[in-house]
């Protein structure tokens, strides 16, 4: 079982709205996507996004996030694998061609927040997550669906991106997840008492453990700060292990600091001289 988050590829046209009054329309239904709409549903009319016309066609054109969008063709090849957990809410096109708007229904609870490796708002609410883990229960025989903490994004399983392969439909970018596998792998590393420490395997035996830490903390303060490894003098390590998170304080000479990392968000910081970074890889969406 894989799980994946439904984007579009943006190297195929997108869509747009005919007029703004087609917009505000819209409108009406944004807020209640996730509950059924088909009853009070009146087709909107839609165009090619302004610029995009020499862009090749997909059977999954942007419109708007988390309202995919369907072509006649791939409403056929998927109608019977997702219908029982969406709505298919026709579009009238001004260009050619039978779309549809995709209200999928299927909310489930299925991020595993503390396995996760995630951001917070103040509140509590999930801001981002960095490692999806999800519950292999929650998923397993899942197509389609919405999480509680996201529900303007979709996210599917292999059963949908099998059958979007098998028949080459176009326009999606299927960005993989989480796998049953990983879980699995994850769960056996724990068994075998490793950690994964600032990007390396660490045995948790005492001694060397504490070496293997010290020299990788060493590594650490070193790249980011630009002090020479030969002048740290580790003082202190308070860890959260549970939760990424190292505090390190040192000394420079006659000059005393405290290291802040947390390897799940990749940020960090330097008191006394205060130094900001993230990963350079990081990437939103």
């Known amino acids: 079982m894989r799980i994946y988050e439904?984007?579009?590829?943006?190297?195929?046209?997108?869509?747009?709205?005919?007029?703004?009054?087609?917009?505000?329309?819209f409108d009406r239904y944004d807020n209640l996507f996730g509950k059924s709409v088909k009853s009070m549903w009146q087709p909107l009319r839609i165009k090619i996004l302004e610029?995009?016309?020499?862009?090749?066609?997909?059977?999954?054109?942007?419109?708007i996030s988390g309202f995919p969008i369907m072509s006649r063709r791939a409403k056929e090849v998927l109608h019977d694998l997702i219908a029982p957990y969406v709505e298919f809410l026709p579009l009238e096109s001004s260009f050619g061609g039978e779309y549809y708007g995709?209200?999928?229904?299927?909310?489930?609870?299925?991020?595993?927040?503390?396995?996760?490796?995630?951001?917070?708002?103040?509140?509590g609410r999930v801001m981002v997550?960095?490692?999806?883990?999800?519950?292999?229960?929650?998923?397993?025989?899942?197509?389609?669906f919405r999480l509680p903490q996201f529900r303007a994004r979709i996210y599917?399983?292999?059963?949908?991106a099998d059958k979007v392969r098998e028949h080459g439909l176009t326009g999606l970018e299927l960005n993989e997840l989480w796998s049953a596998t990983d879980s699995s792998e994850n769960?056996?590393?724990?068994?075998?008492?490793?950690?994964t420490v600032m990007g390396s395997p660490i045995q948790l035996n005492g001694r060397l453990f504490r070496e293997q830490l010290?020299?990788?903390?060493?590594?650490?303060?070193?790249?980011?700060?630009?002090?020479?490894?030969?002048?740290?003098?580790?003082?202190?390590?308070?860890?959260?292990?549970?939760?990424?998170?190292?505090?390190?304080?040192?000394?420079?000479g006659n000059e005393e600091y405290l290291f802040s990392y947390n390897e799940a968000w990749g940020i960090g910081r330097l008191m006394k001289e205060v130094q900001y970074w993230e990963k350079e890889d990081k990437k939103g969406r």
């Open 102 to 123: 995709i209200n999928v229904l299927e909310e489930v609870d299925a991020l595993d927040e503390e396995a996760s490796e995630l951001k917070r708002f103040s509140d």
């Open 187 to 195: 769960k056996q590393r724990e068994s075998d008492g490793n950690r």
């Open 51 to 63: 610029g995009e016309e020499s862009l090749p066609k997909s059977d999954f054109p942007h419109l």
């Open 6 to 25: 439904l984007n579009c590829d943006f190297s195929f046209q997108s869509l747009d709205f005919e007029n703004e009054n087609e917009e505000k329309k």
């Open 129 to 144: 997550v960095h490692k999806y883990v999800f519950k292999p229960d929650a998923v397993e025989g899942k197509v389609i």
């Open 156 to 160: 599917v399983t292999d059963l949908f």
């Open 214 to 252: 010290k020299e990788k903390l060493i590594e650490l303060i070193s790249e980011k700060t630009g002090f020479g490894k030969e002048s740290v003098e580790l003082e202190k390590i308070d860890m959260d292990i549970e939760h990424f998170h190292i505090d390190a304080f040192f000394s420079i």
